[in-house]
């Protein structure tokens, strides 16, 4: 079974640049999540996809983050413009249903701001 | 909100025993998540618990107690591949249950 893909793997912009981030989640899993994780820290969520639809957008800055899903399937992560503090891997993570099972990350998007 | 607290950092040898504890503190509690990250890669999932009570898979054990907050890993037979973030996680049902992670243990073992 083929696991989660994430591209690019690797990402280096200047600020105030823009960046997208691309992720194809396991096949049949309804929830994707989008992560944040800086270096040193846990993983912290961004966004959660059930479908295509967007339930829980609260810790997305959104000023200059956005996600969308829009066929269901794969999704994308935007920022626009970046700040230094933007810099971190972006990890993106599948799972059958919000409420059951583990979650499945792909191997993220490692993004340096200079 | 959420509120998970472990230790930054922790040593063991190599052979031995080490216990990761972590407290938490969640409005909607629903199922407590381990994850082993190695340096550059993504996390991988250890183990779930949603009732108290110790849940084993080999070298791998978890306990919960929710009256506590409490969960600890517990890993024996330790192997150098066992150097790692050690991350736990909560699932809120009131946060759209979602996993909430806490800033990961980093486990260093020496020979």
Not at chain 1, 25 to 33: E, R
Not at chain 2, 19 to 32: H, R
């Amino acid at each position: 079974e083929a696991g989660v893909a994430q591209s690019p793997r690797y990402k280096i912009i200047e600020k105030r640049q823009s960046v997208a981030f691309w992720c194809n989640p396991i096949s049949g899993h309804a929830t994707l999540y989008w992560y944040q994780q800086i270096l040193g820290q846990g993983p912290k969520l961004l966004i959660q996809f059930q479908n295509n639809g967007v339930v829980d957008d609260s810790q997305l800055p959104k000023d200059r983050f956005s996600a969308e899903r829009l066929k269901g399937v794969d999704s994308t992560l935007k920022i626009q413009p970046a700040k230094l503090e933007d810099s971190a891997v972006y990890l993106c993570a599948s799972s059958l249903a919000p409420q059951a099972g583990e979650l499945f990350f792909g191997e993220g998007s490692r993004l340096t701001v200079l | 909100g959420q509120n998970i607290d472990q230790p930054t950092e922790m040593t063991a040898t190599e052979g031995a025993i080490v216990q990761i504890n972590c407290t938490y503190q969640t409005s909607g509690f629903n199922g407590l998540f381990w994850y082993q990250q190695h340096a550059g890669e993504a996390p991988t999932f250890l183990s779930y618990n949603v009732l108290d009570g110790l849940e084993e898979k080999g070298r791998f054990s978890s306990f919960l107690s929710r009256s506590k907050g409490y969960s600890y890993l517990l890993l024996k037979e330790l192997q150098m591949k066992d150097s790692a973030s050690y991350l736990c996680a909560v699932r809120d049902q009131n946060g759209a249950n979602n996993l909430f992670f806490g800033t990961g243990t980093r486990l260093t073992v020496i020979p």
